[in-house]
């Protein structure tokens, strides 16, 4: 009776295991809907760059978005569209056409739960790491809801055609909802750092791309375009005020 126990004891706990659901295997099916993404280098070949878009994934191997780059302190938009490829074990390839080159290759590693990728480039005479993240389930828009953000942005100042000065910004800000920002920073700029209050104005469209418009106390206006992620939960950032290349995130 004991060894029958003990067999039946056995038979359940490998059935248990037999009917436990292995990893499921990525796809191009595993990469789909709407993706705010950042790359980019502070220096090196090519100059200072950084990159913020959204892309759109269709679940069958294409995407197309919109993009705006600093490259060293020249600011430009577009479109682009591309395609990918993902492996089973969720590495993978992309595609973008008229994005940072003509044609732009990166190679992409999905995270675990598939809410995000780290991306590289991998042309020739390139160094730019980055990540996306996906809008997830969102309404976009100046709906009201009053959201307070830590920020965290870093790059560069650019003071000449030779010199630039590293710049990071990390504070808190408060969009009430309806189109405006209040908040405070603490900055260094080329190493000095200041602490001030900042006021400002922002837009957010539909599709979660928008703008902000944030004034420190006794400096000029710094201008951004915007990408809302993780639900609403997030910002990517990249300011477009000419001779800076400074992006970063907002989160909730």
């Not at 993404?37 to 502070?42: L, N």
């Not at 600011?75 to 056409?97: A, D, E, H, Q, W």
């Not at 920073?185 to 080329?190: A, E, L, N, R």
């Not at 206006?221 to 939960?233: E, I, L, R, Y």
Request: hydrophobic share 35%; charged share 10%; net charge neutral.
């Amino acid at each position: 009776m004991r060894f029958r126990k003990i067999s039946v004891s056995v038979f359940l706990f490998a059935a248990m295991i037999a009917a436990k659901p292995a990893a499921a295997a990525c796809s191009n099916a595993t990469l789909t809907g709407v993706f705010g993404y950042f790359h980019g280098r502070p220096d090196g070949i090519g100059g200072m760059r950084a990159v913020v878009g959204q892309m759109t994934a269709d679940g069958q191997g294409n995407v197309t978005g919109s993009w705006t780059m600093s490259l060293n302190g020249t600011v430009s938009t577009g479109n682009f569209t591309g395609t990918y490829s993902i492996s089973k074990n969720c590495t993978g390839s992309i595609t973008l056409k008229n994005e940072d080159f003509p044609t732009a290759d990166y190679n992409i590693v999905l995270d675990d739960s598939h809410r995000g990728f780290q991306m590289i480039q991998t042309d020739n005479g390139t160094a730019q790491p980055g990540f996306a993240l996906a809008q997830g389930t969102v309404t976009c828009g100046l709906t009201g809801k009053k959201q307070t953000f830590a920020t965290n942005l870093l790059g560069t100042v650019i003071t000449s055609s030779a010199t630039a000065d590293v710049a990071t910004v990390v504070g808190q800000v408060t969009l009430d909802g309806k189109g405006n920002i209040s908040g405070t920073q603490t900055s260094s700029v080329g190493g000095m750092i200041s602490t001030v209050s900042v006021t400002g104005t922002y837009t957010q469209n539909a599709d979660c791309t928008g703008t902000a418009q944030v004034t420190p106390t006794g400096s000029a206006t710094a201008n951004f375009n915007t990408v809302a992620v993780n639900g609403g939960k997030e910002l990517l950032l990249i300011e477009i005020d000419t001779s800076t290349v400074i992006a970063g995130t907002a989160q909730e």
